[in-house]
């Protein structure tokens, strides 16, 4: 057998399996809920980030009397 057909073999062979153990699916495989992608502490930064620029930037434009 050539490399390619072992291969493929061995992936036909593992989908097989996971199809006949349908509804046995092991714990590391399945979701454990929701979690985000980043966390609180990085949110909590970006909304730092974001409200304080506007406020600079509505403070600035208010000293400088509406002009840019």
Do not use: H, W, Y
Not at 31 to 59: A, C, D, H, T
Request: glycine share 12%; aromatic share 8%; proline share 3%.
């Amino acid at each position: 057998m050539t490399t390619s057909k072992r291969l493929a073999d061995k992936k036909i062979g593992k989908f097989d399996k996971n199809i006949t153990r349908r509804g046995s699916v092991r714990e590391s495989s399945t979701k454990k809920g929701e979690k985000l992608p980043v966390g609180p502490l990085m949110i909590g930064f970006f909304v730092f980030v974001v409200i304080g620029s506007s406020l600079f930037q509505i403070i600035r434009t208010a000293t400088s009397g509406g002009k840019a």
